[in-house]
């Protein structure tokens, strides 16, 4: 079982920067890939950018590529999602996935693929 807490959601101005934070429970955090999906209101849930166990590989939504950033700390048993360049189209609740024994990109970017979620943050980009 593992459980996950997102924090760092907030209100920011177009063009701003924000990190979320994805603090894990449970000892093996580390054989877990991890992702960050996002829903806005009336939309569906979409991948934004996912990590593999090890941080040795990143996959990311064409919508974010270039300006979010995602990373680990496994001896933090945190993921991390640097949004940079923020625009009002970023603003949604963010959550983060854990995802066991899928190293497969195009998996990653399956809400399906997820075993565990958060309870997601807000983030809201202002004009």
């Known amino acids: 079982q593992v459980q996950l807490v997102e924090s760092g959601g907030g209100l920011v101005q177009a063009g701003g920067s924000l990190r979320l934070s994805c603090a894990a429970s449970g000892r093996t955090f580390s054989s877990y890939a991890m992702g960050w999906f996002r829903q806005a209101p009336g939309k569906e849930r979409e991948f934004v950018a996912a990590?593999?166990?090890?941080?040795?590989?990143?996959y990311y939504g064409n919508s974010v590529k270039g300006r979010f950033t995602i990373s680990r700390d496994n001896a933090k048993n945190t993921v991390y999602l640097q949004m940079n360049s923020l625009k009002p189209d970023d603003t949604a609740v963010y959550y983060c996935?854990?995802?066991?024994?899928?190293?497969?990109?195009?998996?990653?970017?399956?809400?399906?693929?997820?075993?565990?979620w958060g309870q997601g943050t807000q983030v809201t980009v202002s004009s």
């Open positions: 996935a854990a995802a066991m024994g899928i190293t497969v990109a195009t998996m990653l970017k399956l809400k399906q693929a997820y075993n565990y």
């Open positions: 990590i593999s166990w090890n941080g040795g590989s990143t």
